[in-house]
């Protein structure tokens, strides 16, 4: 039968996982298997491997604590099967009572961050500075330098804290706006029918 | 408001005519520096004693109004621009632009999704830690030269000197009284010699005295050559020396 402790052996791959696992224990935030390998003074190669390790050991089902791959690198989190008792301990303030125009700037800010609040106000029709401000707040988003020219527009992007909550490995992992909707045709065809009928 | 007179790139004038001249278009809001007619208007304000609060409001007003025209005529009207497309490049722009809030808010119903899917995770939150600061490399130390250093810093400083704060100046009257007992004995007298005992505060009182004797006739002085012996004699025998000089 497996043991959990399997992992506590004398060979250098298992002493290495250890060490990460120390440091995935005292991190906040996800780290890269680069910042892992410069913290552990080891091979990144061998810090993958060591990972390998740790994914068969932390996984859903086989202990309380899961490693997953999440904002660019690696980060614990509690199983599924923990959930409930965690949400009677603990708030969720990042993603509790996020608006629907804050999710619309969110997903504009995700696809074509970085940009400006006036970019998001042009797609959306209506201004998003109550939208933007709660989502700095939160630390979804934040100030990605200015838009070119004198007195330039303060961009956003998202932050590695918004691909943690929404449990996204990278920004690449969003689905294909196309694949969203890609009906202009559609639109076109009803807005041509809408001008025709009030023309004659 | 009235009084306001500008002298910009732009226009040259009071500023009400400037305003009439926007108002009728004939002037392009664009080509106004705002900024300018603030600083003007600021200038003008300082100038008087008392901050007139009527005419700073009635400025603050038209200033606004002056900026959100400018602001208007800068970025252009989107509805102004798409009024000069053609019936179909207006439905396509609009069709455009309605398809790409329809993806977004698609992507906004993803997110939601993603989040109620995503409920049972539970991670950990809080500030990044504090990444160690890099080690400072120092260039290498004597330990000889170091304490060298310590011990010179840890010598007491020298006891700064108060004497001058104590000097005590005699009374130039007391000079003058000397000398002129002096001259009432001898004919003349040497200055040096005479206050060559003294200390340097003294030897200046004693100057001072010498040069106000002189100052009021009484004496003559000669030195044969600066920085030699000055010599001190009665004012009636320097005459008399150079009338037998003259004579002779």
Known sequence: MDSPLRLIAANPVDRLARTIEALLVVASAPLSADELAKAAGDDPERVETALGLLFERYSEGRSGIVLERVAGGFAFRASREAADACARLFERPVERGLSQAALETLAIVAYLGPCSRPEVARIRGVAADSAVASLVERGLITEAGRESGPGGAVRYRTTPLFERVFGLESLASLPRLDDLADDTGQLRERLLEVAEARAS | ?248
């Open chain 2, 1 to 248: 408001m009235r009084e306001l007179e500008l002298d910009l790139d732009a226009f040259e004038g009071p500023f009400d005519l400037l305003l009439t001249l926007l108002l009728k278009e004939e002037l392009e809001p664009r080509e106004v520096d705002v900024a300018a007619i603030v600083l003007s208007f600021v200038e003008l304000m300082a100038e008087r004693d008392e901050l007139d609060l009527d005419a700073c409001g009635e400025f603050l007003v038209l200033v606004s109004a002056l900026l959100e025209l400018k602001a208007r005529t800068l970025f252009g009207d989107e509805a102004a621009e798409l009024g000069e497309l053609e019936p179909e490049e207006a439905a396509e722009e609009l069709a455009r632009r309605l398809a790409e809030y329809r993806r977004m808010k698609e992507a906004a119903a993803w997110l939601v999704q993603r989040l109620a899917a995503e409920s049972d995770r539970w991670f950990r939150l809080g500030p990044a830690p504090l990444a160690p600061r890099p080690e400072r490399r120092l260039a290498p130390q004597a330990p000889e030269a170091l304490a060298r250093a310590l011990r010179a810093l840890a010598v007491p400083p020298p006891t700064v000197s108060l004497s001058h704060m104590a000097l005590r100046f005699p009374p130039v009257l007391q000079f003058l009284e000397r000398f002129r007992s002096l001259l009432t004995r001898r004919r003349r007298f040497d200055f040096d010699a005479e206050v060559d005992e003294l200390s340097r505060v003294e030897q200046a009182v004693a100057l001072l005295a010498l040069l106000e004797l002189r100052k009021s006739g009484e004496i003559a002085l000669s030195q044969a050559a600066p920085f030699a012996p000055i010599r001190v004699s009665r004012v009636d025998d320097e005459r008399i020396l150079e009338w037998t000089a003259r004579s002779a």
